[in-house]
């Protein structure tokens, strides 16, 4: 494993973006030039001839049914094993449930409402993990008080946030990793969790899938200055392999110029297929979520993955894979790096060029070509 940079500086940046000539965008916003747009930017001292990577984490949640057991040993327990393998230079994380005292959920009626205690904040931040996306059909469960103190906590850990805000320009904004040899744009987007998590104008929430979305989080990334640009996409069915909805969106992604999408959600893997030159990991499964799982009950395997691009100045880029065993009724909700069998079986599964190189998979990516 590689040492991690850790010298990160974060910065919220608003930039005056002309749309002149994105007519989805002018459409949207009803002229042809935006009002000042905000960027959370991660920027990372790197030297420039050394390899650096963007690491992409599945469903966490370090709350919920793991709680009682964790209190008396800590909340780093749940990340200790798996912690080592966090290598990105840049490591994003999915948080499905805010982080916040607040405990009176927003919809009662909801079957599944999730919250982190504070303390969680620090040990996702202790394990490795630089920024959490807050995309998903959980960010709202208590509200816009516990989405606020969310971010509050977040920050105060050293952590950005991205994904969900108290209305739409401040969802939108764009995740932008910058380095001496390129800059990533990273959007997240979901699918429609109903009036109350949905941001709009004047209401709090994330943001919903459609082809203006789309193509708006593309330019937004863009016109902050990105070279290549990902879709941190929440999406799918619990415990079902991929749908047609999800494969109708993945080309409306890659026809919008997306680089690379990445999804969660369903809470299992499932393959990744190419759309041309662009990877679609249609779900990494969990990181460490603080529910029992029902893997068995769906005849599913009980494991995660984590999924890198690498990218060096004199080679293509990669994509690389680990593999972590998320069965809490195995695990006890202290998650896992899957042993060398269950590695060999899963990585076939993902993708057939993968190529197993220890505790990581690997396979050439065309979909980060260098800037020209």
Known sequence: MKPRTRDKILMVVALAVSLTGTGALAAN???????AVESVDLSAALVTDAPWSVQFLGDTMV????????????????LAAVAPMLDGDFVIANLEGPITLQ?????PAKQYSYRAEPQSAGALSKAGIDVLGLGNNHSMDMGLSGL??????????????FGAGR????AERPLIL??????VGVVALGENFGKASRAAETNPGTVVLSPATVQRGYDLARAAGADWVVAYVHWGDNYEETNAEQRYWAQVLVDAGYNLIVGTGPHIVDKIEFIGDVPVAYSLGNFVFGTPGRYKSFGK???????SVEMSKDAPAQLAIKCIVTDNIETGFLTQPCSPPQFQTIIPLIHPALQI?????????RCFEKPK
């Open 301 to 307: 395997p009980g494991v995660g993955l984590m999924l």
């Open 29 to 35: 916003y009803g002229d042809n030039t935006a009002p």
């Open 103 to 107: 405990d009176q959920a927003l919809n």
């Open 63 to 78: 709350g919920d049914g793991a709680t009682p057991m964790l209190d008396p040993r800590g909340f780093d327990a749940a």
């Open 148 to 161: 606020e103190e969310t971010k509050t906590l977040v920050g105060r850990e050293g952590m950005a946030s």
């Open 357 to 365: 190189q220890g505790n990581v998979a690997r396979m050439p990516c």
């Open 167 to 170: 209305n739409l320009a401040e």
């Open 178 to 183: 910058r380095t001496d040899m390129g800059t």
